[in-house]
């Protein structure tokens, strides 16, 4: 038997960041950049009104107050979008939307709500500085700044700043594809009322749900028999779109166990007993000329949802371009007390909430490796040491969250 600590080693230093591509900004997103990006324009581009006003020579105005204003001629409309170049005269004013270029020799933007809004004439009730509600050529981003680093992951917010200095197209690791296979002659599909000695396929469906939340890619083969020529044929397929496959069932100590038959004959591959609970059967190697990883994953949907969170998920994210680990630790107090297994993690699900400045933690249900209902009612999985068999309420425990944390009641 292996360590959860030893098995997680052998995956993140087999496991390789993927080539880099060029997709365009919207089809990047969600995606790390491969590559640092400098900017060669200014950001704003030119000087422009942080305002609707009226753009003027402070110093015409220093006297100006509510009860002394000052009147000015509006000698020209600026709208947002005018690629007209203009010049104020000391004395006039112009009246400028938001966004609008700057006339030179302009200096300041009265807001509209200083003045009383006039159309020829303005009269201002309030004296401003120099620069104000003036947005500067360059402030923001200049010709020649790095205004991205490899290793940056692509959101809406960067997508933005990468458009506004004229990038169409970005240099990005892509995301995995990840093709899940579900084994077992008992599956049928989902939709499907079962019948006597079926089960439907929750964990196909659960692992591709899992990966579209970490942000890859999923397909889907369900359902496949448990006979070595089906399952080898499929695999082979499907190692012609994945960049790693995920395999559920089939790789324990059974006589109809598919998966670990057909995959142990491959040098790659290796199959172990990891002290853990749930999901202590686990395999890991490579196929194919590609060497794409592939996981094997216990066949009880609480082992399987576990073995993704603890293992697979972290080696998705190294072949993302991302960190191992995206979601700190958070240590909580136990309000139950349960036991767990001598020599094993356990990962217990369990309920995490938030209790004024620190966290509580509950058992979220019953614990069997084929409890979906306490899956779904977990929010964390709480990850006890092997040397401990037992928890108080009252310990400190430390939880790896799934989901939101609740506000406690």
């Known amino acids: 038997m292996i360590t959860v600590q030893e098995h ?26 491969a590559q640092d990006v400098t900017s060669e324009v ?18 015409d105005l220093l006297t100006a107050s509510l009860t002394a204003p000052l009147t000015l001629p509006v000698v020209h409309d600026i709208p947002a979008g005018s690629t007209q170049a203009l010049s104020l005269a000391r004395g006039q004013s112009m009246r400028i939307m938001t966004g609008a270029p700057m006339p030179e020799g302009a200096d300041a933007i009265v807001p509209v709500e ?87 396929d929750s964990n196909g469906l659960m692992l591709v749900a899992a990966v579209r939340a970490l942000d890859c890619v999923p397909f889907r083969v369900g359902c496949v028999r448990d006979e070595a020529q089906t399952f080898r044929a ?25 998966v670990k038959e057909v995959l142990s004959r491959v040098g790659t591959m290796r ?33 399987a949802m ?6 697979v998920a972290p080696a998705l994210r190294l072949m993302a371009g991302r960190s191992q680990d995206e979601t700190a630790m958070v240590t909580a107090v136990a309000v139950d007390d349960w036991t767990a297994p001598a020599g094993k993690v356990q990962f217990a699900r369990v309920v995490l909430s938030q209790a004024g400045s620190g966290h509580t933690v509950a058992i979220a249900g019953l614990q069997g490796s084929h409890a979906l209902g306490s899956l779904a009612g977990a929010n964390a999985l709480a990850v006890i040491p092997a040397d401990v068999t037992s928890v108080r309420a009252g310990d400190q425990v430390r939880c790896r969250p799934l989901g939101p944390i609740l506000e406690a009641s």
């Open 8 to 33: 997680l080693s052998r995956i993140v230093e087999t496991v390789q960041r993927l080539p880099p591509i060029d997709l365009d900004l919207l089809d990047a997103q969600g995606c790390v950049l």
């Open 42 to 59: 200014a950001l704003p581009g030119f000087r422009n009104s942080a305002m609707d006003g009226y753009a003027v020579h402070a110093s």
């Open 114 to 200: 200083s003045t009383d809004g006039g159309l020829s004439t303005v009269t201002v009730s309030a004296s401003v500085s120099v620069g104000q509600h003036v947005r500067e050529a360059g402030e923001d981003v200049a010709p020649g700044d790095l205004i991205m680093g490899n290793g940056t992951r692509l959101e809406p917010r960067q997508i933005a700043l990468l458009a506004a200095v004229g990038t169409g197209e970005v240099r990005v690791t892509p995301k995995p594809r990840v093709v899940v296979i579900s084994t077992g002659d008992e599956l049928i599909e989902p939709g499907t009322r079962p019948g006597f000695g079926q089960v439907v």
């Open 234 to 258: 499929t695999i082979q397929e499907q190692l012609l779109r994945a960049d790693a496959v995920i395999t559920t069932g089939g790789v324990s100590m059974g006589a109809y166990d598919t």
């Open 271 to 303: 199959f172990d007993k990891v002290a853990m609970q749930p999901g202590m059967p686990q395999g890991f190697g490579v196929l194919g000329e590609d060497e794409i990883p592939v996981f094997t994953l216990p066949g009880n949907p609480v082992s």
């Open 306 to 311: 576990v073995s993704f969170e603890v293992f």
